[in-house]
């Protein structure tokens, strides 16, 4: 009796693991030429794993059936040549999404960034953008656009909140070449130059009074702080 009880545990921990070496790493070529090194099912990779199209263009997370869904990571640097100019110039631009995928597209919670490494920093464009997203576009969170040197926009969205914040060289009270580092110099930016749209449900808010932009903004400081945070670590600043 104790030989047979001791086979059907054995039996059942035997079970998992066979299961789990079905899904272990394995390397695949995919049929455009792509590189995988993971977890397999089928053929097609399913589980976690990366990918790799080429050396300047990744994803790293989960997959399921061959699709990206679930966390991960994914890195395209573009490499270009702006031809435009006298003297031909090489340049890039980085493209990351780190966040929730579903069905091969960006769909929940992420961040997004574009960070452009042109020769000549007036021409330089940065994106970053953090919240929800669904099919590859943001639909509920917080933006910043930028133009170096030139503008930065600063936005949030949800389905009853907009907030438009924008930022000119030509301020009177601006930047002076540099932007804002959190939101309280962002505040101040807002504040000298009444440079801020606030909606709800579609109205436009009054904003003319300081004490109550800060209270109608308060909900919205540790956002605003981390978009910021982000850009300039990927040196949208510069």
């Known amino acids: 009796m104790l030989s047979v009880c001791l086979i059907l545990i054995m039996s059942f921990i035997e079970g998992p693991r066979s299961v789990n ?12 030429g792509a590189l995988y090194y993971g977890e397999v099912k089928n053929g097609k990779p399913h589980g976690k794993g990366t990918m790799k199209w080429s050396a300047n263009k990744s994803y790293s997370g989960e997959w399921v059936n061959g699709r990206r869904e679930g966390l991960g990571k994914y ?24 966040g929730v995928w579903k069905n091969d597209r960006k769909n ?32 509920q969170g917080y933006s910043i656009e930028i ?13 009853e909140v907009s907030i438009q914040i924008w930022q000119e060289k030509s301020f009177p009270n601006g930047y002076s070449a540099s932007f804002p580092k959190n939101y309280s110099e962002l505040l101040k930016i807002i504040i000298d130059n009444s440079s801020i749209s606030f909606q709800k449900n579609g109205i436009e808010q009054d904003v003319s009074n300081e004490k109550f932009l800060k209270a109608q903004l308060k909900p919205y400081i540790e956002g605003f702080d981390q978009v910021i945070k982000i850009a300039n670590d990927i040196g949208a600043y510069i």
């Not at 070496?21 to 455009?32: E, F």
């Not at 021409?123 to 997203?133: A, E, I, N, S, Y």
């Open 21 to 32: 070496a079905a899904s272990k790493n394995v390397n695949l070529k995919m049929a455009n």
């Open 75 to 98: 890195i395209f640097i573009e490499e270009l040549i702006d031809d435009a100019l006298e003297q031909p110039a090489k340049y890039s631009q980085t493209y990351v999404y780190n």
């Open 147 to 159: 133009n170096a040197h030139e503008t930065a926009n600063y936005n949030y969205k949800d389905a």
């Open 108 to 139: 929940g919670q992420g961040t997004y960034t574009e960070h452009s490494n042109w020769p000549y920093p007036a021409d330089q464009g940065d994106l970053v953008q953090k919240g929800v997203f669904k099919d590859n576009k943001l639909i």
